[in-house]
């Protein structure tokens, strides 16, 4: 069975989907979201912590060696 972008299994025809949508929508199942993994949310909080710390032209640098990459 597929994953969806959470990790969540969902069917993999159109017609299983839309009944899982379908029940979804009118309660008679449960769509659970999981809380994402502290890995998750460190990362993020360290990644804002260093793109506070950079300055201006830093960041440009940074964004002109990405851009570089994927026109490679």
């Given amino acids: 069975m597929p994953k969806g972008p959470r990790g969540e299994k969902r069917p993999a025809d159109v ?4 009944v899982m949508v379908a029940r979804i929508a009118t309660g008679e199942i449960e769509d659970k979201i999981e809380k994402k993994s ?4 460190s990362g993020k909080a ?8 950079l300055t201006s032209q ?6 002109r060696k990405a851009a570089n990459a994927r026109w490679e």
């Fill in 38 to 41: 502290g890995r998750v949310r």
């Fill in 58 to 63: 830093e960041r440009s640098d940074i964004a």
């Fill in 15 to 18: 017609i299983g989907n839309a």
């Fill in 46 to 53: 360290g990644a804002k912590a260093r793109a506070e710390k």
